[in-house]
């Protein structure tokens, strides 16, 4: 498969991003930020041997009645605790595993929720990145939920300081059609075949340590895992290279290691009343690859080094 090909068949891109565009790419031909904040962002980060990762995911902003343990309009307290911790203890990047928003009756509602919770999360780090979540292409499609937080692409992979990172998209039917305007099942997420074979030539071209950020979940077959879990960890699992996979979506802490990757499933943001009951993390990546987890609130701590 040709670059071009692919491009044109297996990347969901944006000819326009209203007045902001994303106008280069950092690392292998993959976007992230513009050109003059990239070179900024890079010579901090090659300054040290750690990279500084914050991370949340399934915050499932709406303004609507809290639904069992889903307290939505607490989303935005929560994140404001969080921004505040990462301005103190600044990331080199920002990531957001997905569910970003919940589900609204109507795209212009999903387009409000979007645009309320990117502003205080946009604020916190210019170099951030989200992951597709169902919940975020609800009613959206994958091409308004991209325009939404100006960013073009719902795959990719960027380097920082000697890692690279991988965003994968799980939003696809088994037959390889995108999730948008209520088209799918939640319980059948899916990597299509051109988006592994995306993968597979990304991870054969790279040779530094690898950390790939997911929302469905990779290391099991029930109904939060990504269908074809398996052939996606045979691809992780050959390259070599990868560290560890983080997820969400099923709104709990949990830790596995399988074929000597770790998948670490961080708890969801959303869950229950009141910032004691929130969850994010900050991620610091060494060099060589080792990997450690400061979790706060109900997120746990992690360290790769001492895992089994």
């Not at 994968?168 to 088209?183: E, I, K, M, T």
């Not at 071209?205 to 052939?231: I, M, T, W, Y």
């Not at 990546?285 to 080792?290: E, K, L, T, V």
Request: proline share 2%; charged share 25%; net charge negative.
């Amino acid at each position: 498969m040709t670059r071009r090909a692919f491009l044109k068949d297996g990347v969901l891109m944006l000819s326009a991003i209203g007045s902001v565009g994303i106008s280069a790419c950092i690392a292998d031909d993959q976007p992230g930020i513009d050109a003059a904040a990239a070179g900024k962002l890079k010579n901090n980060s090659d300054a040290g041997d750690i990279v500084r990762v914050g991370m949340m995911t399934d915050l499932h902003h709406a303004d609507k009645d809290a639904a069992g343990n889903r307290f939505y309009r607490q989303t935005l307290g929560k994140l404001e605790e969080a921004a505040a911790y990462f301005q103190t203890n600044r990331p080199d990047l920002l990531v957001e595993l997905g569910d970003l928003i919940d589900a609204a009756d109507s795209v212009a509602t999903e387009q409000r929720y979007l645009a309320t919770i990117n502003r205080p999360f946009s604020a916190i780090a210019t170099d951030r990145h989200y992951v597709l979540g169902n919940h975020c292409v609800d009613t959206l499609t994958k091409e308004e939920f991209l325009a939404g937080v100006e960013r073009e692409r719902s795959y990719y992979s960027f380097d920082r300081s000697g890692i690279h990172f991988v965003v994968l998209d799980s939003c696809f039917r088994s037959d390889g059609v995108a999730y948008g305007r209520r088209n799918f099942q939640w319980t059948d997420p899916n990597i299509p075949p051109v988006e592994l074979e995306w993968l597979k030539g990304d991870l054969q071209n790279n040779n530094k340590p690898v950390v790939v950020f997911a929302h469905q979940r990779l290391d099991v077959s029930d109904s939060h895992g990504v269908k074809n879990a398996k052939e996606v960890r045979e691809i992780l699992e050959n390259s070599g290279n990868v560290t560890a996979v983080f997820q969400g979506h099923s709104h709990k802490n949990d830790l596995r290691k399988i074929g000597g990757i770790f998948y670490c499933t961080l708890v969801a943001m959303i869950e229950g009343s009141g910032n004691e009951n929130s969850g994010y993390s900050m991620m610091e990546i060494s060099h060589d690859g080792s990997i450690r987890l400061k979790g706060l609130r109900k997120q746990i701590d992690r360290d790769f080094a001492k895992a089994t």
